[in-house]
């Protein structure tokens, strides 16, 4: 019997998911050389977030500002302030910064949902730890809940933003600090050492990411913690008490076996949980917004916000 709290939206990927996915292919992926990764990668020149489209600013109200030393963007309709807040956390592994098509992404997120959306820009490693991102992530949340309150707060992102939604609730959870309403992760990074076999299985369709540099990358980001650490990795954390979580991932992507079993264990722990698959969908997908499968996420996260 399928689980109540899993959906496949479509059965087969659409034409423009398919094009998307052979165009992303194409590229050359950060994630595919752990070698590499862990030869190089410490040595490089620190890498520099992506700079907004010039157009933005004719599109939507801009506000900078930082938080914790680091950068942050937020992004208003032209109209005004939305009702909600999204705190979006983008993704790279932790070791890349905002990338240029993260871009389009907040802006289909704006024009759908109407939500204003705020955009850390973080520190990354290995050139840092996990502990600016983390006081930065709460620091945001902080002065964004004066003025919206906690009920109309969402934590997104995608990939190790996705981690980083998860992460920022459960530690304010045990810190018995407030909650916000919502929880979106986009294609989460779920465990730091990716040691479900059935990720192996998903290797193959995966166009981006490979297990072996994604364990580098986990084992640089939990630091001191250790991979194991249950808000380094959310899949071993206890999820009681946690705002309504709705998951968005696709087939083609070898964090959809963690998806699975996180979904799971929070509708286990009581916490109401949607988790939407879509087949053929590539590592955040969503990215992809001139695809069907982008649009459908979108005009649900905005039920997810409406209705909960």
């Not at 700079?51 to 109209?79: L, N, S, Y």
């Not at 006081?135 to 997104?156: N, P």
């Not at 963690?258 to 009581?270: N, P, V």
């Amino acid at each position: 019997m399928a689980a109540t709290y899993s959906e496949l939206r479509f059965n087969k990927p659409s034409l423009r998911m398919r094009l998307g996915e052979w165009l992303v292919s194409k590229k050359p992926s950060e994630f595919r050389d752990a070698a590499k990764i862990r030869a190089e990668v410490p040595k490089r020149k620190t890498p520099v977030d992506a700079p907004m489209p010039d157009g933005f600013h004719g599109k939507f109200t801009i506000e900078d500002w930082e938080a914790e030393g680091q950068k942050v963007v937020t992004v208003h309709p032209k109209t005004g302030k939305g009702e909600w807040h999204i705190i979006y956390f983008h993704g790279g592994g932790y070791f890349m910064p905002m990338f240029k098509e993260h871009w389009p992404l907040i802006e289909a997120m704006v024009n759908t949902t109407g939500a204003s959306i705020s955009v850390p820009l973080y520190h990354v490693i290995p050139e840092h730890d996990y502990h600016p991102a983390n006081k930065q992530a709460d620091a945001v949340y902080e002065k964004i809940a004066t003025e919206w309150g906690d009920d109309k707060i969402a934590l997104a992102g995608d990939s190790a933003g996705g981690n980083m939604t998860l992460a920022l609730a459960l530690q304010r959870r045990d810190a018995g600090k407030s909650l916000p309403g919502r929880l979106i992760p986009f294609s989460p990074w779920l465990d730091m050492a990716m040691k479900d076999p059935a990720a192996q299985d998903v290797q193959e369709k995966d166009i981006m990411l490979d297990i072996e540099s994604i364990k580098v990358l986990g084992e640089w980001w939990a630091g001191d913690r250790g991979v194991d650490d249950p808000v380094a990795s959310p899949l071993y954390a206890d999820l009681k008490g946690l705002p309504p979580i709705a998951i968005f991932q696709g087939r083609h992507d070898v964090f959809l076996p963690d998806a699975r079993t996180f979904a799971a264990k929070a509708q286990e722990a009581g916490v109401p949980t949607k988790l939407y698959e879509y087949e053929g969908g590539p590592h955040v997908y969503m990215a992809l917004t001139f695809t069907r499968e982008s649009k459908d996420t979108l005009k649900l996260v905005k039920d997810f916000l409406d209705n909960g």
